[in-house]
């Protein structure tokens, strides 16, 4: 039984991008660590080469930054057990699977691909399962160095025995059986001398003193594999977590095809890092109650694997944008204007100057009205520029002939005030209504209409007050031309 501090890593392997389902994983398992007092590792498992994506661990590291999930091992951070990329360990895994040989745990193969091409069309011919058939298990061992040393390409498969039952336990799952006679002689050393995952994976998590494999249910195939190579080397064996499956919302596995699945891809849409930790964290894992929301450090507080579900867990992208509006309500008014300059930047307003007392009221009078921050732009552009196209419906059906009367009336007010608050433009359009004899409403819409271009938003005294009465002026005279055309 193992019962020291937890050891529990993260072990992508770097497509080029961090993956959703990968967010999950290293959060549970950070979370894990937080909670428990472990230590928490990366690994990089780059062993196949094949699929080499230059920078990939450079942009992996910055999205698992960027999420706020920091470990206390792996690359750039040394710890006593590195190195913590596996394409730096080839010598490791080299001198273990040797000894695997010797014990007769393994052995080389020199089957072409051509013979497994064929042994495969049979056995699917046939109806069985598509697995190795041992032809090279009987070969001696004097045999086989002189084929090696003919340079005759090999590769080590791990010798399964047949008819037995592979059995461990899962903290998610419960007991977890395989038959033996349903596993392939896997390969553990490629023909280009490089590990597969599999050898390379175990070695690490045995050396590495990981006590907790936490990872995804794609990964549960591979365990009875992994449970006779930690029994064929005399290991302990970890405790295994397999995490459930991310699903569309039609129930399909989760795929690009259907969504975004790289973390990257949200964090270019405007999600912050703090809703898309918290609604990925909810992906499987419940504290039992109604709660949804939460910061990282209650998480921390509340998570616990044994409350983590085996039923895969839909990926509800409108649950997500729900999580963004509130986590981005719980920003300041300063935070959250530091975020919409990064956007204006960004925009075709990028050279417009707009002092941070502008914004902040532009953002006190958004913030209970977007889910992004990036909607300040798109659904009140009227704070940014006058408007130069108006609402079809809202002109229709708020600019009368008469509001042009009525908006002209209450340009000539403003005219005579200061205007220092928003309660002036309020007072002042009262005093118009009183002394034309009509009800608020017959100003307050065509002049919404006038100085925002369309017919709904923030109280139309929120709107005037932050533009000034300069700007409102000029965008109500610009309207009266427009109801009215003085010719
Ligand atoms: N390299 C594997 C991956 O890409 C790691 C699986 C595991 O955690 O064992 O997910």
Not at 2 to 11: D, G, S
Request: negative net charge; contains cysteine.
């Amino acid at each position: 039984m193992i019962c020291e501090t937890p050891r529990v890593r993260f072990a992508p392997s770097p497509t080029g991008y961090l993956h959703v389902g990968g967010l999950r994983t290293a959060l549970y398992n950070y979370l894990f660590a937080k909670k428990t007092g472990g230590t928490f590792l990366l690994r990089i498992e780059d062993t196949d080469r094949k699929r080499y994506v230059e920078g990939a661990i450079e942009s992996l590291i910055n999205s698992l930054k960027w999420c706020g999930i920091d470990y206390n091992e792996g690359p750039g951070k040394e710890g006593n057990v590195g190195p913590y990329l596996q394409s730096e360990r080839l010598d490791i895994y080299k001198h273990h699977s040797l000894h695997l040989l010797e014990q007769g745990s393994a052995y080389y193969c020199f089957c072409t691909s051509e013979r497994i091409n064929i042994l495969r069309e049979q056995q699917e011919a046939a109806g069985t399962q598509p697995k190795y058939d041992k032809h090279c298990l009987t070969l001696s061992k004097k045999e086989a160095a002189d084929r090696i040393s003919n340079g005759e390409n090999h590769v080590l498969r791990l010798n399964i025995p047949a008819g037995n039952k592979v059995v461990f336990d899962d903290i998610i799952r419960g007991k977890v059986e395989f038959s033996t006679d349903t596993i392939d002689d896997q390969i553990l050393i490629k023909s280009d001398g490089y590990p597969t995952y599999h050898l390379a994976n175990v070695i690490d998590d045995h050396l590495m003193n990981i006590t907790h494999i936490i990872r995804g249910e794609e990964w549960l195939s591979s365990t009875p594999k992994h449970v006779l190579l930690y029994q064929s080397f005399g290991w302990e064996i970890p405790l295994f977590a397999h995490l459930p499956l991310l699903l569309n919302a039609d129930r399909s596995k989760l795929s690009k095809r259907q969504g975004d699945v790289a973390v990257e891809d949200y964090r270019a849409k405007g999600f912050l890092k703090e809703a898309l930790v918290n609604f990925v964290a909810l992906l499987g894992w419940t504290a039992g109650d109604d709660k949804e929301y939460y910061s990282l450090e209650e998480l921390v507080e509340a998570f616990s694997l044994e409350r983590v579900n085996k039923a895969g867990a839909v990926f509800d992208l409108q649950k997500l944008s729900w999580l963004n509006a509130e986590h981005l309500r719980r920003n300041s008014t300063a935070d959250i204007t530091r975020m919409l300059k990064e956007e204006l930047a960004e925009s075709e307003y990028s050279s417009i100057l707009f002092t941070d007392e502008y914004l902040n009221l532009v953002v006190d009078a958004m913030r209970e009205r977007i889910s992004f921050v990036h909607e300040i732009l798109e659904n009140s552009k009227y704070f940014f520029t006058a408007p130069d196209d108006y609402d079809e419906a809202a002109i229709k059906k708020r600019w009368t002939t008469e509001s042009a009367m009525y908006l002209n009336k209450y340009a000539g007010e403003l005219e005579t005030l200061q205007c220092t608050s928003k309660e002036d433009y309020e007072h002042a359009l009262h005093k118009c209504t009183d002394e034309l004899g009509i009800k608020a409403a017959q100003i307050i819409h065509p002049l919404r209409v006038a100085v925002s271009g369309v017919g709904g938003g923030p109280g139309v005294y929120d709107i005037v007050f932050i533009i000034g009465k300069e700007e409102t002026l000029r965008r109500i005279r610009r309207s009266i031309e427009l109801i009215s055309p003085s010719r």
